[in-house]
């Protein structure tokens, strides 16, 4: 099974300023099948990236993936107040599918 | 429009069983993955399993946490994507997510339904 290990725990950044979130893998993750989702407080999860670097439907262009192999980022470029989230890495190339424990995200 | 629609939650007993379901509109089951997604609560999401489309085989594959109590599958004349959940623990209390992506244009929308609390306690 892969363990996703994400960090930091909790963010607190001002509006405008770049959010870095990491997502590491204890084994390298096929072909790059890995995504990022946010969830926001009673809500249901939002797939933002696919394959580590492209955004899904609607997503807007300030979120950004990339990485490979074992470590991988998800970079919000200027933080909106409405990205107040937790955000969950998830791999997707193996079975069992698995979850990072997820970034809180807090706009000050 | 898709939508994913979950029922079947509620509270059980320790070692008893219970059903999801999990029905969907706008989309024919049989023809994407369908994954089950449990969040315990103010905990991180957790990947339970998932039965694929009916070109790629239509098996099911679960996590280890589960096997061997949790069965997935499909009745595909009813839409309808199911849970069975068998000898129950406490650890199972969760909202349990039913979950898809469908690609449209090669770029994937990922659908999921309201989540079904499921509580189990003596």
């Known amino acids: 099974e892969i363990v996703l290990t994400q960090s930091p725990g909790t963010l607190s950044l001002s509006p405008g300023e770049r959010a870095t979130l990491s997502c590491r893998a204890s084994q390298s993750v096929s072909s790059s099948y890995l995504a990022w989702y946010q969830q926001k407080p009673g809500q249901s999860p939002r797939l933002l990236i696919y394959?580590?670097?492209s955004r899904a439907t609607g997503i807007p262009d300030r979120f950004t993936g990339s990485g490979s192999g074992t470590d991988f980022t998800l970079t919000i470029s200027s933080l909106e107040p409405e990205d107040s989230a937790v955000y969950y890495c998830?791999?997707?190339?193996?079975?069992?599918?698995?979850f990072g424990g997820g970034t809180k995200v807090e706009i000050k | 429009e898709v939508q994913l629609v979950e029922s079947g939650g509620g509270l059980v007993k320790p070692g008893g069983s219970l059903r999801l379901s999990c029905t969907a509109s706008?989309?024919?089951?049989?023809?994407?993955?369908m994954t089950w997604i449990r969040q315990a609560p103010g905990k991180g999401l957790e990947w339970v399993g998932r039965?694929?489309?009916?070109?790629?085989?239509?098996?099911?594959d679960s996590a280890a946490a589960v096997k061997g109590r949790f069965t997935i599958s499909r009745d595909d004349s009813k839409n309808t994507l199911y849970l069975q959940m068998d000898s129950l623990k406490t650890e199972d209390t969760a909202v349990y997510y039913c979950n898809t992506w469908v690609e449209v244009a090669g770029v994937p929308a990922d659908y999921w339904g309201q989540g079904t609390p499921v509580t189990v306690s003596s």
């Open positions: 706008g989309l024919t089951l049989s023809t994407t993955y």
């Open positions: 039965v694929k489309s009916k070109i790629d085989g239509g098996t099911a």
């Open positions: 394959d580590a670097s």
């Open positions: 998830q791999q997707y190339g193996s079975s069992p599918l698995t």
